[in-house]
């Protein structure tokens, strides 16, 4: 058996130097050729598809988790039962301890953030695959030579996350010292173990990542993380400008979900989507083709397949040309999921108009630095807004209503009536939602 260093070194140089495609035509023929592999040869291997004819992906029909639970064993190729993976999946959230498999499978759960949650499989081949992939797309090339160098000291990585995964761990090796940090824990008890690690690369959520940010400007966190990767939640300005004031160096993202690993930043910054092992169908959701929910094809995976799986998240695209050249589609910013997106009628017609997330967050940008911060939550024609603040919370209420006045304005909506309170922080390993929809104003027919 080869070695599993040498499995995800391989993995890790084909999708580095093999897969970096300059040309759309050159990348599309080669999604093209692997789509017809996966059809041809892993699609039958899943009862659920077996029967199905297909000549193309577009034959084929859309999923989304509850889909893909319900079918659960149809939809891997191990004939695995979706009690069989929770009951592994749970016990593993229960004690703490993610070292446990069923077989070879890696097993793991969603965090349930759209309400439902979901569990996924990964085999050994698809964790070093992974591994191989994961670094190629989001190592720097300062780090790179670190980790290639055996005389130096290897690289270490601090990651922080809800629940371990052997998935996550496969990273570790001579080369590589990763740790983990329980996001359920705190903030607290990862400080000294920080302190000692002193870690290369600095891994989690944006919420995290400010408030390590916090105690870096307070002297109570000493490292000097020279890359930061921001995971899970969506990333921010505010979290952005934190990270920098405190490490001195830009936040990366990957675009990461239990569907698989979708987007890596480039060295200049930019979201791409991983298109050289994912397709991503865009479902727009504007005539103009700025945002798009994606419709994603794993062709890369052959336990638990992802085809053409409706993903509740909102991209937004960039409208120019990345400077890296590289062919994979640019994305500006991962806006949130489809139900933090809000609705109001025009006051012209009284038609649904969609508020996305972002048009949020860049009003409470103008309220100043009063505002720490915020949640909304949309119930009909009322829009409860949640503030921590510094000073006056009436000030600072008032300058929010000022701002969201002018948002109203400026999209010819019909303003909705709002009740401030006090912001609650979520718990420890829940993640960050500043704007959630929970029932759009009653009569009103909203979609995209």
Known sequence: MVPDALVTVLHFARTRWALDFRDRAKLEAWQAKRLARFMRVVLPSAPYYRNIRATGLADLPTMDKAAMMADFADRNTRGVRAAEAFDIGLKAEATRNFAPMLGDLTVGLSSGTSGNRGVFLVSRAERLRWAGILLGRALPGH?????????????????????????????????????????LGGVEPALSQLNIQQPDVLVGPPSLLHALAAKARAGQLTIAPSHVISVAEVLEDADREAVRAAFHVDTHQIYQATEGFLGYTCEHGTLHLNESFVHIEPDWLDVAHTRFQPIVTDFSRETQLIVRYRLNDVLRVRDTRCPCGRAERAIAAVEGRADEVLWLPARADGRAVAIYPDHFRRAMLFTGPSVREFELVQTGMQFNVGLLTEGSQDEAAARVSAELDTLWHCLGVVPPTLRFTDWQAPSPGVKRRRVRLQYPPEGLTCTF
């Open 143 to 183: 780090l790179l030579k670190r980790l290639l160098s055996p005389w130096m000291p290897p690289l270490r990585i601090a990651f922080f996350l809800r629940a371990n995964s052997n998935l996550y761990t496969t990273l570790n090796s001579r080369r590589i010292d990763f740790g983990f940090h329980d996001l």
